[in-house]
């Protein structure tokens, strides 16, 4: 069962890559689709298994992979409920992605090649939840870097999706390196790279040091600092967050698959599967959780500035992931887990949302454009703010389990780091109901401010001259100057429609996710009782810190409501009530609004410190050098050489008989002057 899962995307991808052309798009979409369903229905069957019957953790071999002296690398999958878990977070998600883009994608002419890259991506993924050794992990760690490169830029013509692209493939090599790092150390450390071996040897070399540059380190600080840049990366923290929301130029069903659901939280899941690891090491879990709640406060910060409705949830996930890594430094990897698992419905169902208001928009993505929507698209409207609700934390809704679950197991875990990881946590709150409700309060409610949408107008445009198509086939955005139109209440004479059947039933399924995951699942992932026979060893559970949690003092329990209400309040009064209020305040504190809006200048101080010097270097290495040592000493000066040389012998060349003849006497002279001095020096 297990290898027709895995394995199933990567058959339909190559069919839909290789053969796209020969069987046409139609058959290349149902061959994916289709393959991703039956993997998601046999994830559901293997996590029922888990869940509702306790199955066992299993290995199942599927070869012999690498055999070099020490290092022996079995291509296996480990099939336990942390697995599980992350099977269905990733083939759900993925085959409702894939089923969205048969409308969002729809007049797109590179439709198979679309699909075949969700496709890779899900099978790449899958290799990295089933991972049974920290090699095969790595592939499919580099597999989904890859796969969400070509996602990213598949509309390449677009310079910007280019850049975004390379930006996404560059900043997580960075994170890889320390990842790969982590991964060398570890086998040096414990002489295997099997997961199962390494935590079972944990306890044994907890407390080992090693001295570098005069100093004594820990061993598995060491290590866990490595493994954890490679999850920064991967998982959009703080310092390497920078590619996340530019990856928002690949299309909409890209941003939900790979920065909802699966590539950005297999971070979250290295964590928690190495947890023992961090478990040995107070120091890395210390880091771990400062690192999230700074990334969770950062980008919560800049998502209240942002326009473009997906950066905004883009940052938002940047956001949640800072509080999956706090409750796992904490300590509650089950709460970490649970987040990532509620998240993914939610989050998801937000981002396909979005992709519904853009199809509706013409492809318009300024929320200042926006505005009355939720009477002409009711069904979106509707279903956005059940995943906007589930985000913020509304009662019994998914988000509501999962974030205050956080949020308490940070304050019972009695460390400063915990308390810290609190405090923060439950101000982020604050901050991600008031940009969420902005967002749907912009979108959705006021008077329509369409005609200032330079989209728009090109459609208008386009439906009144009938010479261009009415639709931009690869949903790009357009470069045309507007066309004025006047119309009554700033429409311009727009008329939004709602998105097809086909864009609608995922975000049907994943609402009901956001309302019920969290009641359904919340005693299996962080019950006191429940969570340790739930979980059955696959990380690390601390059954104590379950049950603090519930012994919390009240106010902390209803800390994160009470967050939800002050910033939907905050929002309301500053985008409904007064909203003029919002550029009164950046007018008022323009450094703070100006430091929002360039996003802490991250992207700034990258350019000044490693972008502009890396050019600087390539330049001066290219032009002295390349160009004006290497060539010019070398293969340039060689082959000037040669032609000089060649030049002078061609004056010689005349054609003329007495010229010839001038050299030859001129040689034999020579020749007789050379012997004559050498005769008599010799008879001397």
Known sequence: MIQLLVFLPLITALVAGLGGRVIGHNAAKIVTTGGLFVSAALSWVIFSQFWLSGAPATVVPVLDWIQSGDLNVQWAFKVDTLTAVMLVVVTTVSALVHLYSWGYMEEDP?????????????FAMLMLVTADNLVQMFFGWEGVGLASYLLIGFWYHKPSANAAAIKAFVVNRVGDFGFSLGIFGTFLVFGTVSIDAILAAVPGHAGQTFSFLGQSVDVMTCLCLLLFVGAMGKSAQLGLHTWLPDAMEGPTPVSALIHAATMVTAGVFMVCRLSPMFEA?????????????????????????????????????????????????????????????????????????????????????????????????????????????????????????????????????????????????????????????????????????????????????HDHHDTEDSTDSAGLEH???????????????????ESPMSMLIPLFVLGAGALGAGWLWHEQFVGAEEGAGFWRGSLAFRE?????????????????????????????????????????????????????????????????????????????????????????????????????????????????????????????????????????????
């Open 479 to 497: 470069d045309h100057a507007p066309v004025a139109h006047s119309a009554p209440h700033g429409t311009g004479g727009y008329h939004p429609h």
């Open 110 to 122: 590179s439709q198979s090649r679309f699909f075949a890259y969700l496709s890779l991506f899900t």
């Open 544 to 684: 104590h810190l379950m049950h603090a949690m519930h012994e919390v003092p009240t106010w902390v329990v209803w800390t994160p409501s009470v967050a939800f209400f002050l910033g939907l309040l905050g929002a309301w009064f500053a985008y409904l009530r007064s909203p003029e209020l919002p550029a009164r305040a950046a007018g008022a504190i323009p450094a703070l609004y100006a430091f929002l809006t360039h996003k802490w200048y991250f992207d700034e101080l990258y350019d000044a410190i490693f972008v502009r010097p890396s050019f600087a270097i390539g330049r001066f290495l290219w032009v002295r050098g390349d160009q004006q040592t290497i060539d010019r000493f070398g293969p340039d000066g060689a082959a000037a050489a040669v032609a000089g040389g060649a030049r002078a012998a061609g004056r010689f060349q005349s054609g003329y008989v007495y010229s010839y003849a001038l050299v030859m006497l001129t040689g034999l002279a020579a020749a007789a002057a050379w012997f004559s001095i050498g005769t008599g020096v010799g008879g001397q």
């Open 281 to 461: 090491s107070l120091t890395a879990q210390t880091v771990v959780t400062y690192v999230g709640a700074a990334t969770a406060l950062f980008a919560a910060s800049v998502a209240l500035v942002q326009t473009d409705i997906k950066r905004v949830i883009a940052y938002s996930t940047c956001s949640q992931l800072g509080y999956m890594f706090f409750a796992a430094g904490s300590g509650a990897y089950g709460a970490a887990m649970f987040h990532l698992f509620t998240h993914a419905f939610f989050k998801a169902l937000l981002f396909l949302g979005a992709g519904s208001v853009i199809h509706a928009m013409h492809h318009e993505q300024d929320m200042r454009f926006y505005g009355g929507l939720r009477k002409h698209i009711p069904v979106t409207f509707a279903l956005m703010t059940v995943g906007t609700l589930a985000l913020t934390g509304f009662f019994f809704t998914a988000g509501y389990y999962s974030k205050d679950a956080i949020l308490e197991a940070a304050f019972a875990s009695g460390t400063s780091h915990g308390q810290f990881a609190f405090v923060v946590g439950a101000f982020v709150a604050l901050l991600t109901s008031f940009y969420s409700w902005r967002l749907v309060f912009l979108t959705f409610y006021g008077e329509p401010r369409w005609a200032g949408s330079e989209h728009i107008q090109h459609a208008l445009h």
